[in-house]
């Protein structure tokens, strides 16, 4: 009996150490098969899915064999891994084992979307409506009601966030790029802030961002910046108007065509710095770092008056006579290659 036994126990282990030798070959065979697909292909993993229903549903599309091996790997090796959802990028040539490696680091494919500076808000909300991989919550939703979906009601929300290139994944909705770009705003302006120079004719940050945004709509030439902010803190100091064009093609709304006329400068609207007296009542755009610096540290100096060029770039004049000549040089002169902002790189 005890013989009999031993034989037994012997077949049993001699066929265990089978079992396991062949369930390792099918294992390491299963885990090294190419994916059948003959270009690249996304696999969106929407939140919530586990890694046993991917594997069946690719063995299902014909995309790979032995799910239940697969499914089997993942229980006993990666069970501490997270699968995130998004999307994964599937080349030809690549091993069932690739896939797996690719959810274990959670390596979902990237986009992005870039706000720009001086984009008004309407550009930017259009800007996130064409991404076509972002989840669309905003497009019947007013202004008002979208700045307190994000946290911020009754806030206007010109201006209210930063210009930057935002990645995002797949399932990612509109709104929470637009919550990154809000509190990204708020470090930004709050560090350039603790920063500023001293004195400067602004109550607080907002003042301070009202003013970058008519830097940031009157030059694209970096070098300039400080000196437009300039010329804008030495008006607001001598009580003169600001006169910048960009707030009145902002106060004219989408009834501008183009063309900025005599009457657009008298035309009396909260925005028309030809009429109203120190800043305007909200940013007319988004303003990058820079031009928040500069809002912070104006150049010093007595210029009171700028006039383009033509090629993006501006004079800068003392006087009003100095500047009615710079006006004759380039304004009624103008050249037939005439630019208000720099050309493109």
Do not use: C
């Not at 993993?45 to 993942?74: C, D, H, I, K, S």
């Not at 986009?111 to 019947?140: H, I, M």
């Not at 006169?243 to 009396?268: F, K, M, S, W």
């Amino acid at each position: 009996m005890i013989r009999k036994f031993l034989l037994m126990l012997e077949a049993g282990l001699l066929l265990a150490g089978l079992l396991v030798a062949f369930a390792g070959w099918q294992q390491h065979v299963t885990l090294e098969q190419p994916l059948n697909i003959s270009s690249e292909r996304m696999l969106d993993v929407p939140a919530g899915a586990t890694p046993g229903g991917l594997l069946n549903r690719l063995e299902e599309e014909g995309v790979l064999n032995n799910a239940f091996w697969l499914r089997q790997y993942w229980r006993f090796n990666l069970s501490n891994a997270s699968l995130h959802s998004g999307e994964y990028r599937m080349t030809p040539g690549m091993s069932a084992a690739d896939l797996l490696g690719l959810w274990q680091r959670g390596e979902v494919v990237q986009y992005s979307v870039t706000l720009v500076e001086g984009w008004n808000f309407r550009q930017v909300r259009a800007a996130l409506a064409k991404q076509a991989k972002l989840e669309q919550t905003l497009a019947d939703v007013s202004d008002a009601e979208l700045m307190a979906r994000i946290g911020r009601p009754g806030e206007y929300p010109e201006g209210r966030f930063f210009p930057d290139t935002y990645r995002f994944v797949r399932g990612m909705r509109d709104i929470d790029i637009l919550k990154q770009a809000r509190e990204r705003l708020d470090q930004v302006l709050a560090e350039e802030w603790e920063r500023r120079a001293d004195p400067l004719p602004y109550n607080d940050p907002y003042q301070a961002l009202i003013m970058a945004s008519l830097v940031e709509k009157e030059t694209g030439v970096p070098s300039e910046r400080e000196e437009i902010a300039g010329v804008f803190v030495r008006r607001l100091r001598t009580g003169m108007l600001l006169q910048t064009d960009p707030t009145v093609i902002y106060g004219l709304g989408e009834r501008y065509a183009g063309n900025l006329t005599r009457d657009h400068l008298r035309e009396p609207t909260p925005y028309n710095t030809y009429v109203i007296s120190g800043l305007p009542p909200t940013p007319i755009a988004l303003a990058g770092r820079e031009a928040i610096r500069a809002a912070l540290h104006p150049a010093s100096g007595k210029s009171l008056y700028f006039v383009a060029r033509g090629d993006g770039s501006h004079v800068f004049s003392e006087t009003l006579g100095e500047h009615n000549q710079a006006v004759r040089d380039f304004q009624l002169k103008r050249r037939s290659d005439y630019r208000s902002s720099p050309a493109p790189q």
